[in-house]
């Protein structure tokens, strides 16, 4: 079982960058595959982001593709978020997930997550 706690969330203006951090408990993060989800208030819980145990594979979702990047490091049990060109709609609570197959991008699929982490983008 791996315990997730989300870090680096805050308000924004649009255009800026913030870096979410995501640590993992335990001493068996490198052997979970990490996502990124966002939720904004009345809608689901979207993919953002997944990477593979090495780190050596990434995958993003189109709304993303080219502003954020997925990143680990499995020495520090963390997994990060590397948000940039901010728009008012990357508004949300962004949540980690981990789970021992690939992240699925369907959100029930996963079996970890963490509480969360609110990211404003102001415009």
């Known amino acids: 079982q791996v315990q997730l706690v989300e870090s680096g969330g805050g308000l924004v203006q649009a255009g800026g960058s913030l870096r979410l951090s995501c640590a993992a408990s335990?001493?068996?993060?490198?052997?979970?595959?990490m996502g990124w989800f966002r939720q904004a208030p009345g809608k689901e819980r979207e993919f953002v982001a997944r990477?593979?145990?090495?780190?050596?594979?990434?995958y993003y979702a189109d709304s993303v593709k080219g502003r954020f990047t997925i990143s680990r490091d499995n020495a520090k049990n963390t997994v990060y978020l590397q948000m940039n060109t901010l728009k008012p709609e990357d508004t949300a609570v962004y949540y980690c997930?981990?789970?021992?197959?690939?992240?699925?991008?369907?959100?029930?699929?996963?079996?970890?997550w963490g509480q969360g982490t609110q990211v404003t983008v102001s415009s």
């Open positions: 990477i593979t145990l090495s780190g050596g594979v990434t």
């Open positions: 335990g001493r068996t993060f490198s052997s979970y595959f």
């Open positions: 997930a981990a789970r021992r197959t690939i992240i699925s991008t369907r959100f029930y699929d996963n079996d970890y």
